[in-house]
Structures are given as C-alpha cells and as structure tokens.
C-alpha cells in the first residue's frame, strides 16, 4: 500500500509540472490555442556588384596595362592595351566612342595571353572615289595574325571621323553596330574567354573619347 501511494503521488507531481495549455473563450467554451510560433524572416537575395553586372574603364584609368602584346621581330609595330583584371570575360557588351585620327580604329577581345586574341577593326578606305569603310576581323595565335575576314560597311561616313561603338561576344558569335545601325557578324571558336582593349598596327591611330563600358550577358540570350 505504502508503494501505491508513493507511485501515485510521483505521477501527480508530473502532471503538475507539465505545461499548461492556453485557453481562449469562444461562445463561452473554453478551447485550447497552439502557441505562436515566430517566423524567421524571408532571406533576401544577395544584391549584385557593379562589377558583377559590368563595369566602365575610362580611357585615363590605372587599369590599363599598355604595351601588353608588342609585335615580334620583323613584323609592323602594333600596339596593344588590355583591360587588368579582366582576363575571365566571356560573354559582353562593349561599349565606346573613339574617334579615328588615321586610317582606322581597332579594339581587342578574348585576349587570353599576348600571343593569342581577336581583333577587330574599322578602317577607312580611300580610292579614287569616296571614302568608304570595312569592318575586318582576325585572331592572333601564337603571335601571328590569322587570315582575316572582310565586310564592306553600307553606311554614311561621319565627316567628324567619331563612331560609336557597341560590339557584343556571346558564344562563337561578334556582332557590331556602329552609329546605332547593324555592321555585320563573325563567328569563330578558337578562344571562349579574355579580356579587352585598344589595338592599333603601323599608322593607324584613333582616340578613344569615353571610355569601355562593359556589360555582362547571359549566354546566347544576348542581356
């Protein structure tokens, strides 16, 4: 019996220990309500960089590297600048606005090391009759310059020699405009990545004006 007593008195002061359920009076009925139970708060999307979307390099700006590629013995003087820092863009716009001060206009892309990158310029041809210009494109690999592929440009020539330029690489796929109007696409493979900048071989010279403003896209979507 003494045992009895002592499990019963055990098992009260359980039951009086527990927690208490919360009671609210509906219609008079006393009924049991859960406990509130917080929310954590919704994770909020990791907002992107600048650099992250694009970035822009103005034409006096440190991150220039000059005299990146110098030419090999023998051959015509070319100038090269690249973009620090930016040897993993794959996918971009370029914008800029230069203007040609001789003969042509040139920029650089997927430059992977100093030997091995694309060119693409806009030079101007004189003949006989008016001015007219040509988009051409080549790559350099291994230090040489590949046989290059020509598109006769259609448009009006600025008498100011200032273009503006957006070119985009997306894929195997170059595609420019000059002015605002569509010039023309390349295709190619050889290089999938590299950074950017100014070109110029023998006499050309042109000046850039504003600077590259790069944005990055999204694989064949072109934004």
Known sequence: MAIKKAVKKAVAKVKS?????????VAGKKVA??????????????????????FTVEAGSPRWIHDWSPAAANAPVRFVSVV???????????????????????????AKDPKNY????????????????S??????????????????LLHD????GVYKIRFEANGNKFST???????????????DRGSIGQFSTGDEAAELQDGFHITLLDAKKGN
């Open 84 to 110: 620090k820092d930016a040897a993993d863009l794959k996918n971009f716009r370029l914008e800029f606005t230069g203007k040609i001060q001789n003969q042509a206009m040139a920029w650089v892309f997927r």
């Open 177 to 191: 405009w000059i002015n605002g109007q569509e010039a023309g696409d390349f295709t190619d493979e050889k290089f």
């Open 135 to 152: 988009l051409t494109y080549y790559a350099v690999v291994d230090g040489a310059e590949q046989r290059p592929a020509q598109l006769a």
């Open 17 to 25: 220990a527990s927690p208490k359920k919360k009671t609210a009076s």
């Open 118 to 133: 694309y060119v693409e310029k806009l030079e101007i041809l004189k003949g006989s009759g008016q001015p007219s210009a």
């Open 33 to 54: 309500t859960k406990k509130a139970v917080a929310k954590k708060p919704a994770k909020k999307a990791a907002a992107k960089t600048p650099e992250a979307a694009g």
């Open 157 to 160: 020539l600025p008498e100011d």
